[in-house]
Nanobody, 118 residues
Framework: QVQLVESGGGLVQAGGSLRLSCAAS????????GGWYRQGPGKERELVAR???????YYADSVKGRFTISRDNAKTTMYLKMNSLKPEDTAMYYC????????????WGQGTQVTVSS
């Protein structure tokens, strides 16, 4: 059974940093393509960052220059380093994975809460 498990969320002051992790299990290549999404209070889920099978990355404009997505060489763990956090970054963060770069994700984690206080 494929599982994605996020960790690393928490409460941080504005300007602080957090690193989220997403650990995959149950199958290989679950994170061959991966992404981080977030859903804030009263908002729709949005893509924050993604990384493709050969390492090409994409960032939402709202996090560009502050967040960095990465992945270990074995593609079993994906990370999201978040710097210069702002209160508007407060959200539940979800990781997602896919076996291929086909533009959607087959696997989703349960989420980890990030709260940024002003």
């Amino acid at each position: 059974q494929v599982q994605l498990v996020e960790s690393g969320g928490g409460l941080v002051q504005a300007g602080g940093s957090l690193r989220l992790s997403c650990a995959a299990s149950g199958s290989i290549f679950v994170l061959n393509a991966g992404g981080w999404y977030r859903q804030g209070p009263g908002k729709e889920r949005e893509l924050v960052a993604r990384i493709g099978s050969i390492g090409i990355t994409y960032y939402a404009d709202s996090v560009k220059g502050r967040f960095t997505i990465s992945r270990d060489n074995a593609k079993t763990t994906m990370y999201l380093k978040m710097n210069s956090l702002k209160p508007e970054d407060t959200a539940m963060y979800y990781c997602a994975g896919a076996n291929y770069d086909y533009g959607h994700y087959d696997y989703w984690g349960q989420g980890t809460q990030v709260t940024v206080s002003s």
